[in-house]
């Protein structure tokens, strides 16, 4: 996963910059990511990411150190831009059903 850090760290978080997002430029597609547990046993709260159609985005804490829920409103972060479609398909990865195939 390549990305940069295109803002200053704020405190803000996911929801809220998609949304800004959102209404600075309505073509803007928002990508929502179910919480999950992770392949090493650590539980992440649910995502929001977002793509203007020439990347893709999100607002992420630097320390990445799976805080609790209730610290996960409003926290210190910056936006990172990654490529084109890596917010379609890390949704998709994070939204997917274990266990079976979709048909």
């Known amino acids: 996963m390549k ?3 295109v803002s200053e760290e704020y405190i803000s978080n996911c929801m809220i910059e998609a949304i ?3 209404i600075h430029n309505s073509s803007v597609k928002i990508y929502f990511c179910k919480p999950r547990i992770t392949e090493n046993g650590n539980f992440q709260m649910c995502h929001f990411m977002w793509s203007d159609g020439k990347h ?3 607002f992420s804490d630097s320390d990445n150190d799976g805080k609790r829920w ?6 210190k972060g ?3 831009k990654f490529d084109k479609d890596f917010a379609k398909e890390y949704s ?3 939204n997917r059903k274990k266990g079976g195939s979709r048909a």
């Open 20 to 22: 800004k997002a959102k």
């Open 56 to 58: 893709s985005y999100d």
């Open 92 to 94: 998709n990865y994070r």
């Open 78 to 80: 910056s936006i990172r």
């Open 70 to 75: 209730y610290k996960t409103l409003l926290f």
């Open 3 to 5: 990305c940069e850090t």
